[in-house]
């Protein structure tokens, strides 16, 4: 079992920046793909961005790109998510969520796409922005 918990969240005016962090422990391996997911209120759950947890591979959400970061700190087993010049749209219920992909034949270890079902979620933490 892998447990996550998140933290950070908050509310903030349009343009500002926040970031959140989500500490994993358990039974947890270097091999795991982590993401940061969002559900606003009436909305389904969005995928915003993941990353590979030992090769660093990234992927974001269109609506994110350019604004959002994801990046980790591998001796903390943390990832974080800085979040720059956030729009009233990012308002959401932010979740920290872990992967362990199937090695490919080679070896390496994949990132999880954002479009995959992830195994282990977090409570999750508010993000509130007001325009």
């Known amino acids: 079992q892998v447990q996550l918990v998140e933290s950070g969240g908050g509310s903030v005016q349009a343009g500002d920046s926040l970031r959140l962090s989500c500490v994993a422990s358990g039974q947890f391996f270097s091999s795991y793909s982590m993401a940061w997911f969002r559900q606003a209120p009436g909305k389904e759950r969005e995928g915003v961005a993941a990353i590979n947890w030992s090769g660093g591979g990234l992927e974001y959400a269109d609506s994110v790109k350019g604004r959002f970061t994801i990046f980790r700190d591998v001796a903390k087993a943390t990832v974080y998510l800085q979040m720059n010049g956030l729009k009233f749209e990012d308002t959401a219920i932010y979740y920290c969520?872990?992967?362990?992909?199937?090695?490919?034949?080679?070896?390496?270890?994949?990132?999880?796409?954002?479009?995959?079902?992830?195994?282990?979620w977090g409570q999750g933490t508010q993000v509130t922005v007001s325009s």
């Open positions: 969520a872990a992967h362990l992909p199937r090695p490919l034949a080679d070896g390496a270890v994949p990132l999880t796409p954002l479009t995959v079902e992830y195994d282990y």
